[in-house]
C-alpha cells in the first residue's frame, strides 16, 4: 500500500513540475507507467493503490478546474474509466507473469535439488551409509531436521515396490518432499536389494565350503580310522595273532595311518588359520638357504633324493621361517607324489626385488585349464588316489605365498612334467 | 606332567619299561607338589595344563631345581616353544610325537644331567671336533679356521648339544644385550658357519634349524 501511495505521489510531483508543458494524454500516460511500474515493482495491490490514487490525484492536480474533484468536461470520465481499467489489466498480466517466472525458479531449484539428491545417494552402497547420506543431505537441503525411521512412524512413507521401508521424519509436507521421499525409497530400495543379494552369495559360498569340508572329512578321516580300528580290534581280540608276524604288519598300520590323519588335521588346522586373516607371518631377514636345508633334511630321508641347486649370490629374503618351510614341503611333496618317480627339481634365482623358487617334477604335468583350479580349497585332481589329502596342499601354499606379498603359478617344466614356481618380494608392503 | 589321560598312560607304560622310575601329575598344582616331595631328576612337562599354565609351571620349577625340563607342546605354537626355552626349558617335543623322538630326547635330556658334573672341553659329533678351551675346530681332522664371532656362535650351540638354542639366547650369549630381534645377523652367522664346517651347507648334518625357535647341535652329526 505505502509503495502504491508513493507511486502515485511521485507520479503527482513530475506531473506538477511539467504541469506547464503537457495536455491531459501526457497526464495519462505519466500515471499509467507509474501503476503498471509498481505493479512489475510491488505486486497487484500496490498497483491498484497507485492507479486510484493517481487517478484522484490526476483529477484534484491537473484536470481543470485544478485543485477541485469537480470534473469539468464529462468525456473526462472515459479517460479515468479507461485508465483505470488498462492500468490493472496491464498490472494483472504483470503480476501472472511474475507468479510463473517464480514458478520456474522454484520448480528448477527443486529439480537441481532432486537431482543431487538422487546423485548422493547413488554414491552409497550400503543401506546405512544410504540413510545417513539422505538424512545428512536431506537435513542441509530444506535447513530443518529430517530423520528416517523404521517404517509406520509418523511422517513421509518410504515405500518400495514390495512394501513400506521406513518413514522420512519431517516437520511439513508437500510434492517436494513426496518427490524427495521417492527418490530415498527408491535408493533404499536398491541398496537393500544388493545387500539381500550379497548375503545369500555369501551363504551360498559358506555352504558349499562347508559340504566339501563335511564330504572331505567324513570320507578322508574315516578311512584311517577305520584302518587303525580294525587293526587295533584285531590285535585286542584275536589271540593267536599276537605271536605271529602279523603283529608287525598290523602295528605298522596303525602307525601310518595315524600319521596320515595326523597330517589331514593339520591342514585343515593350517588352512583355518591361513583363512582366517589373523595369521601375521613373522618375517625375518634370512638366507633361503637356512630353509632349504631344514626341508631337504626333513625330507630326503622319506621321499628320496632331490637335486637341488641355490645360487650362492641369492640375496636375503624376509620370510617367515615356518610357513615357508611348510610351502616347500608341500611342493616337494606334491612333485613326488605326481612326480611318477622322476627327478625332482628345487631351484631358485634371484629377480629384480624377488626371489623366484622353482620346484618341478617329471610328472605328466598339469594341463593348462587346471592350472589356476588346483590351487582352490578342496580341489583334488581327478586321477588322485586315496592316498592324496584332502585338497588342501596347494590351497595352503597359496596362502603362504600371498601371505608374503608374491604369487604362485604353474609352467610347464621342460621335457614335460609340472613346474611350479613361486616369488617371495624382498620388499614387503606393511 | 600331563592332564590327557590316555597319553599319561602310554608315557608312564614307555617310561616304565625303558626303567625310568616315573612319578604322574594330572595338573600344575599337582606337579608342583609332586616336584617338592620327589624331587625329579628329569621332568616332562605338557604346556596346556587344566589349572594353569605349563609355562608358570617351569618358571615355579626352576626357582628351585635345575633339573632338565622337556616340554610336550601343540603343534604350530613356535611363540610358546621359544618362550619355554628362554624361560628355562631344556627341549622340546611337537605333539604327536613318536616314542623313538621321545626317547631320543629324554636321553639327551638325561646326558646334560651327566656332564653338567663333569663338562668337557672337547665336544664331538661326527667328524666334527670342537675344543671349546684351545679354541679349536677341526673336521675329519682338518682344522678349520673361524672368526672370533663364529666360534662363539659355535661354542654357544656344542656347549648345548643335542639340545635348541633359541634365537635369543644365542644372540644374547654371542653379541651381547641389546641386539633383541636382530635375528638377521643370526641367520647369517649361521650360513657362514655351516659353509665352513658343513660338507653340503643345503643338507646341514651339525647344525639344525629349529624354524621360529633356534638351532640345535646335532648329538650324532
Avoid at chain 1, 537441481?112 to 536431506?138: D, K, P, T, V, Y
Avoid at chain 2, 639327551?108 to 663333569?118: G, K, M
Avoid at chain 2, 659329533?125 to 675329519?140: F, I, K, P, Q
Wanted: hydrophobic content about 45%; overall charge negative; glycine content about 10%.
Amino acid at each position: 500500500v505505502l509503495a502504491g501511495v508513493g507511486a502515485a505521489a511521485v507520479c503527482t510531483g513530475i506531473g506538477w513540475r511539467c504541469r506547464g508543458w503537457g495536455d491531459l494524454s501526457f497526464f495519462v500516460m505519466l500515471f499509467l507507467v507509474g501503476a503498471v511500474g509498481t505493479a512489475l515493482w510491488r505486486g497487484r495491490l500496490a498497483s491498484a493503490v497507485a492507479s486510484i490514487l493517481g487517478m484522484l490525484c490526476f483529477d484534484y492536480f491537473f484536470e481543470s478546474p485544478a485543485f477541485s474533484m469537480v470534473v469539468e468536461n464529462w468525456p473526462n470520465f472515459i479517460v479515468f474509466t479507461g485508465f483505470l481499467a488498462i492500468s490493472q489489466l496491464v498490472a494483472s498480466l504483470v503480476h501472472q507473469l511474475r507468479l510463473k517466472a517464480r514458478d520456474a525458479v522454484e520448480r528448477e531449484r527443486e529439480t537441481a535439488a532432486l537431482h543431487s539428491l538422487a546423485e548422493a545417494l547413488s554414491a552409497q552402497a550400503s543401506s546405512e551409509g544410504l540413510r545417513r547420506e539422505a538424512e545428512r543431505h536431506l537435513s542441509a537441503l530444506l535447513k530443518v531436521p529430517v530423520r528416517i525411521l523404521p517404517a509406520g512412524e509418523f511422517g513421509i512413507a518410504l515405500t518400495g515396490s514390495r512394501g513400506p521401508l521406513g518413514t522420512l521424519a519431517v516437520e511439513g509436507g508437500g510434492p517436494f518432499l513426496e518427490a524427495c521421499g521417492r527418490q530415498v525409497a527408491l535408493a533404499l530400495e536398491r541398496a537393500l536389494l544388493a545387500e539381500e543379494a550379497e548375503r545369500a552369495h555369501t551363504k551360498a559360498e559358506l555352504e558349499h565350503t562347508r559340504s566339501t569340508l563335511l564330504g572331505a572329512v567324513s570320507h578322508d578321516f574315516r578311512t584311517p580310522l577305520s584302518t587303525i580300528k580294525g587293526a587295533a580290534a584285531t590285535l585286542v581280540q584275536e589271540e593267536a595273532i599276537r605271536t605271529t608276524p602279523d603283529l608287525l604288519d598290523l602295528a605298522t598300520m596303525i602307525v601310518d595311518e595315524s600319521t596320515r590323519l595326523d597330517h589331514l588335521v593339520g591342514n585343515l588346522l593350517d588352512m583355518m588359520r591361513l583363512d582366517g586373516g589373523t595369521l601375521r607371518p613373522a618375517l625375518e631377514l634370512q638366507p633361503l638357504e637356512e630353509v632349504v636345508g631344514t626341508v631337504l633334511t626333513r625330507l630326503e630321508p622319506r621321499v628320496g633324493p632331490i637335486a637341488a641347486s641355490l645360487p650362492d649370490d641369492l640375496p636375503l629374503v624376509p620370510l617367515d621361517g615356518v610357513l615357508v618351510e611348510q610351502l616347500l614341503t608341500n611342493l616337494l611333496e606334491n612333485a613326488f607324489r605326481h612326480g611318477e618317480g622322476g627327478r625332482v627339481g628345487l631351484t631358485a634365482r634371484a629377480l629384480e626385488g624377488a626371489v623366484e623358487v622353482e620346484v618341478s617334477d617329471q610328472g605328466p604335468g598339469i594341463p593348462d585349464g587346471l592350472r589356476e583350479r588346483v590351487f582352490e580349497k578342496f580341489y583334488r585332481s581327478p586321477g588322485a588316489s586315496a592316498d592324496g589329502g584332502v585338497g588342501l596342499g596347494l590351497a595352503i601354499c597359496r596362502a603362504i605365498v600371498r601371505l608374503h606379498g608374491g604369487r604362485i603359478w604353474i609352467e610347464e617344466a621342460p621335457g614335460g612334467g609340472a613346474s611350479f614356481r613361486f616369488t617371495l618380494p624382498l620388499e614387503v608392503a606393511p | 606332567v600331563e592332564d590327557d589321560p590316555g597319553l599319561q598312560k602310554f608315557l608312564v607304560s614307555c617310561l616304565r619299561k625303558q626303567d625310568y622310575a616315573v612319578v604322574v601329575a594330572g595338573s600344575g598344582t599337582e606337579a608342583l607338589a609332586l616336584a617338592r616331595s620327589h624331587n625329579p631328576d628329569l621332568v616332562l612337562l605338557d604346556l596346556g595344563l587344566p589349572d594353569m599354565d605349563g609355562l608358570q609351571v617351569l618358571h615355579a620349577f626352576r626357582e628351585w631345581s635345575e633339573a632338565p625340563v622337556v616340554i610336550l607342546s601343540a603343534r604350530n605354537l613356535d611363540d610358546q616353544k621359544a618362550q619355554a626355552l628362554d624361560a628355562g626349558a631344556d627341549d622340546y617335543l611337537t605333539k604327536p610325537f613318536g616314542l623313538l623322538e621321545l626317547t631320543a630326547r629324554l636321553r639327551v635330556a638325561v646326558r646334560h644331567l651327566l656332564r653338567r658334573e663333569a663338562p668337557g672341553a672337547v665336544v664331538t659329533a661326527g667328524d666334527l671336533r670342537v675344543d671349546l678351551e684351545a679354541r679349536t675346530v677341526s673336521v675329519n681332522g682338518e682344522a678349520v679356521h673361524l672368526t672370533p664371532l663364529e666360534f662363539r656362535l659355535l661354542a654357544a650351540l656344542a656347549r648345548r648339544r643335542g639340545k635348541v638354542v633359541t634365537h635369543q639366547q644365542l644372540l644374547t650369549e654371542v653379541w651381547g644385550t641389546g641386539q633383541a630381534g636382530q635375528t638377521q645377523y643370526l641367520h647369517l652367522f649361521m650360513r657362514q658357519l655351516r659353509h665352513k664346517i658343513e660338507e653340503d651347507p643345503k643338507r646341514p648334518k651339525y647344525f639344525r634349524t629349529e624354524s621360529g625357535v633356534g638351532y640345535r647341535m646335532d648329538v650324532d652329526g
